[in-house]
């Protein structure tokens, strides 16, 4: 069975529908996220449960996973991040191109979790901007998706202007991205 | 002579001579790459496909579990130990229960032998599940992980329905567990072993005598038994290479000697005969599995689930609320004033990748003076250069997926 | 619940004596294992002796790790756990060495295991293991300042600005 989504708000007659461009790219972009999984540890194997039969992913348009960052939109950060791994996962988010979202899936990518250590980057928050978090040690599938659905509102809803706003430069700046 | 052979002869003839000028390539994998399955970084020198030297590093996840463990009450340390190896937590629960049972001098029923047992097991599939179909995807073959991940789902139904948790499970207690198996574990467990099988075999007939599977691990990444020795290796991979060592029968543990299995052996230690090994391991855990529920099915006894050590067992919720004893307890087990007795005590247990030890230091304290976890995926991938220096590029990808190496176990 | 191998522990301690007499510092039982206590000049022949004893072969170097106590004379030391095949026996063989001269031999002669087991010591504790191949941190980053498994060393990220200490009761 092929579920097609449902169309934007517009106007339609004999032989047109005419929405707003945003509507439109909103939709398309909502329902083919490629993400890009950065699993480092435990969260990952949840993920893993996430793309196999039992919750499949494929769902929601986004079984595409894409491992080379510059093809991908939404980055999944799920796991545990250290500092030796610190200036990878910023560099990983830098070569992303725009638009792009950030899901940090688990309490260490959120907070740091539990291991409040000397080793132990306390939130990704720190160095890059974080659209969804999903807490949860690791969290369930279920709510995997669910930060998913969460972002997909997001992208949905985006304006197509924002990525070029002063104010998401000025974001950017606050995490010394240029 | 197989092609890592050859091409180190091909080699060495350019060394004697010294008259060929080769020039080498630096490729950088990791440490976020999909083919490594975890975060670490291998700078590999290549002469074109064919890797030279390799050099490892790691720490890309280091979290600090022995300063943490420090810091933390002996029953707190549980969960640090579920996000070691997380493919299989609920060993290394129980492998820390039993090193500060040891350490106590607790003395644990047969029948939560037996539980720990039947939980070890399924723990054991499921990490097998998932480095063998990990396996199968490095090789070309996807169907195989859509298969196994649909039993894993069920071993985690199976957890949940003991401890609530699905993956960092933080089973059990010091002392047994925290509640008795339901109804409808029992019954999941029936079903799990009666439908696994035939997915096991499914899955084997799709890759064991598959030719194309053979042609991409059979003398892929081998190791002989002496370097495997002295590189420290343990578990599969130490069985794989034809040395039969597995802490279940050297030293048993959970009243395993009352069990009848065999341990499977490889013969040249490659991604094939790891693989074979870790398959007929879960048939063996099944074996194992069924043998507990006969056993526990003959016991009388069908409501221990803890030992009879209430300073140290803590005490279920409901007994804190209604009586005077428990609620004394847990508050001296809460508030660290129970008697720690001195001294240093190491237990290991085969985990899903090996020997996982705990070399627990007490000073009489709360918390470890010292925790050193022997960490089996950090110690054996150290084998891994030796494993895929003169072979190709894309058997080492193989070659480190059938090594099973799980980042949260090797960055500690 | 556990075995002391008693005969087994007794002709350790017989091979040892006729040839390290003076070097051991003390024998003791601690639940099923034996801790011989060394000291550290010679530490590396008494493991390479043990390994090459036929009667004892204890091949399998199962972990080696660091230990801390900064209120002792000797506060650091190092910590191998050796296990024998053959006989399916476990020992555990301690030596210590004094703050400011912090230097084992190293056991990469014998197991290259040891090669992690003690760039992972180096890195927590500082101790240096003299005629090791790669002696660099391991774990954390080459820049990283301290020895974090030692006493002193504060657990939590010093980084963090939001824990009100009040709230931990600190």
Redesign the interface.
């Known amino acids: 069975m092929v579920t097609i989504v449902d169309a934007p708000d517009g106007f339609s007659g004999k032989g047109f529908f005419a929405t707003s461009f945003e509507h439109a790219i909103g939709l398309a972009r909502k329902n083919s996220l490629w993400p890009l999984p950065f699993a480092t540890s435990c969260c990952g194997i949840e993920f893993m449960a996430t793309m196999g039969a039992h919750y499949d992913l494929a769902r929601f348009g986004s079984e595409r996973l894409s491992f080379s960052p510059r093809q991908s939109d939404l980055l999944m950060v799920m796991g545990t991040i250290a500092k030796k791994m610190t200036p990878i996962l910023k560099e990983v988010y830098i070569q992303m191109a725009e638009p792009k979202w950030v899901l940090s899936v688990g309490a260490c990518a959120s907070s740091g979790g539990i291991f409040d250590t000397y080793s132990v980057l306390q939130g990704i928050d720190r160095i890059i901007p974080v659209d969804v978090y999903v807490p949860g040690c690791p969290p369930r599938p279920e709510q995997i998706i669910s930060g998913i659905l969460k972002i997909q509102d997001l992208v949905g809803n985006e304006s197509l202007r924002r990525r070029n706003s002063q104010q998401y430069t000025d974001l950017l700046h606050t995490f010394n991205i240029e | 002579m197989n092609k890592k052979e050859e091409y180190l002869d091909s080699l060495k003839g350019d060394l004697v001579s010294g008259e060929e000028h080769r020039e080498y390539n630096i490729l950088n994998l990791g440490p976020t790459h999909p083919a490594t399955h975890g975060v670490f970084q291998n700078i590999m020198t290549m002469d074109g496909e064919f890797i030279v030297h390799t050099e490892q590093t790691i720490g890309y996840i280091h979290r600090a579990f022995e300063k943490l463990a420090e810091r933390r009450p002996f029953y707190q340390i549980t969960p640090i130990t579920d996000r070691l190896n997380y493919c299989s937590s609920p060993i290394n629960n129980m492998g820390w229960h039993m090193t500060v049972e040891k350490l106590l001098g607790i003395k644990i029923p047969k029948r939560v032998d037996y539980l720990r047992v039947i939980i070890m097991e399924l723990s054991r599939i499921a990490d097998h599940n998932i480095c063998n179909s990990v396996v199968g995807v490095d090789s070309g073959a996807l169907t195989g992980f859509v298969y196994l991940f649909q039993q894993r789902e069920k071993i985690y139904e199976i957890f949940e329905e003991i401890c609530g948790a699905r993956l960092t499970s933080n089973m059990g207690r010091i002392g047994g567990f925290e509640r008795n198996f339901s109804d409808e574990a029992w019954r999941k467990i029936k079903v799990f072993i009666e439908g696994y099988p035939n997915v096991l075999k499914e899955f084997e007939r799709l890759l064991k005598r598959n030719r194309i599977f053979m042609d991409r691990t059979i003398n892929v990444g081998s190791i002989s038994a002496e370097q495997a020795l002295n590189y420290g290796l343990t578990g599969p991979n130490l069985r794989a290479a034809g040395v039969d060592y597995d802490v279940r029968v050297m030293n048993p543990y959970s009243s395993y000697e009352d069990f009848e299995f065999t341990i499977p052996v490889g013969s040249s230690g490659d991604t094939y005969d790891r693989f074979m090994v870790r398959q007929e391991e879960m048939w063996q855990s099944l074996s194992i599995i069924r043998q507990a529920i006969d056993k526990l099915e003959a016991m009388p006894d069908k409501n221990t689930f803890f030992a009879d050590a209430p300073e140290y067992y803590l005490p279920p919720k409901e007994l804190v609320y209604s009586s005077m004893e428990a609620l004394i307890y847990h508050f001296k087990i809460v508030m660290g004033e129970t008697d720690i007795p001195v001294g240093e005590v190491y237990h290991c247990v085969e985990g899903g990748n090996g020997e996982l030890g705990f070399y627990l230091v007490s000073d009489g304290g709360r918390t470890p003076y010292r925790l050193h976890f022997r960490r089996p995926c950090f110690i054996y991938y150290q084998a891994f250069p030796e494993m895929v220096e003169g072979s190709m590029l894309s058997d080492a990808v193989l070659a480190m997926s059938s090594m099973n190496v799980i980042a949260g176990e090797l960055d500690a | ?2 075995v002391v191998q008693q005969e087994l522990n007794d002709r350790v301690k017989m091979a040892l004596d006729a040839r390290f007499r003076e070097d051991i510092l003390s024998y003791e039982q ?4 034996m ?1 011989i206590t060394v000291n550290k000049k010679c530490i590396n022949e008494i493991l390479r002796f043990l390994y090459d004893e036929t009667f004892l072969k204890f ?5 080696l ?1 660091g ?2 106590y900064p209120e002792s004379d000797k506060p650091l030391g190092v ?1 191998y ?1 050796l296990h024998s ?1 053959k006989n ?1 026996q ?1 020992i ?1 063989i301690k030596t210590f060495t004094e703050i400011n001269n912090p230097v084992f031999p190293t056991a990469t002669n014998i ?3 040891a ?3 003690e760039r ?1 010591t180096f890195d ?1 504790f500082g101790l240096v293991f003299d005629g090791h191949p790669n002696l660099k ?5 080459d820049d990283f300042e301290g020895f ?2 030692r006493k002193e ?8 600005e939001d824990k009100n200490n009040s709230m931990f009761g600190r």
């Open positions: 619940m556990f601690q639940y099923d294992m801790v091949q399998f170097l199962t972990t790790c230990i801390h910590v756990h095949f399916n476990r555990r197991w290259k295991t090669n992690w087991m992972e927590f941190r391991i774990l954390n980053t974090p498994l060393f504060p657990l939590e990220d010093q980084t963090r």
